[in-house]
């Protein structure tokens, strides 16, 4: 079974950067993409960036495109969510996520319902 851990969340001043580490273990062989998705209180949990686990093919939300960078250590099985320029709307729980369906595409990317493994999430807050 895949398992997924989160780490790298705090309070942090607007305008400031945040790296967010995802840890997979566990059933490691298969996986082949990977997503972060964040919730603020009050709000669905929505989409943020996706990348292909082998081939490194990213893609981003509207909000945080040109902010956010998704990178993974293929060797380490480690993905993360580089944040840059932060804003106050940024502020919420960040997870990763690993899909049903490994080789998913389209638009079922951004679904949260697509995913079913997930790790515990990270607070990150951004506030002067």
């Known amino acids: 079974q895949l398992q997924l851990a989160e780490s790298g969340g705090g309070l942090v001043q607007p305008g400031d950067s945040r790296r967010l580490i995802c840890t997979a273990s566990g059933r490691i062989i298969g996986i082949w993409y990977m997503a972060w998705f964040r919730q603020a209180p009050g709000k669905e949990r929505e989409f943020v960036a996706g990348?292909?686990?082998?081939?490194?093919?990213?893609l981003y939300a509207d909000p945080v495109k040109g902010r956010f960078t998704i990178s993974r250590d293929f060797a380490k099985n480690i993905m993360y969510l580089q944040m840059d320029s932060l804003k106050s709307e940024d502020t919420a729980v960040y997870y990763c996520?690993?899909?049903?369906?490994?080789?998913?595409?389209?638009?079922?990317?951004?679904?949260?319902?697509?995913?079913?493994?997930w790790g515990q999430g990270t607070q990150v807050t951004v506030s002067s």
């Open positions: 996520a690993s899909p049903i369906v490994q080789r998913i595409d389209g638009s079922d990317r951004y679904r949260a319902a697509n995913y079913d493994t």
């Open positions: 990348i292909n686990w082998s081939g490194g093919v990213t």
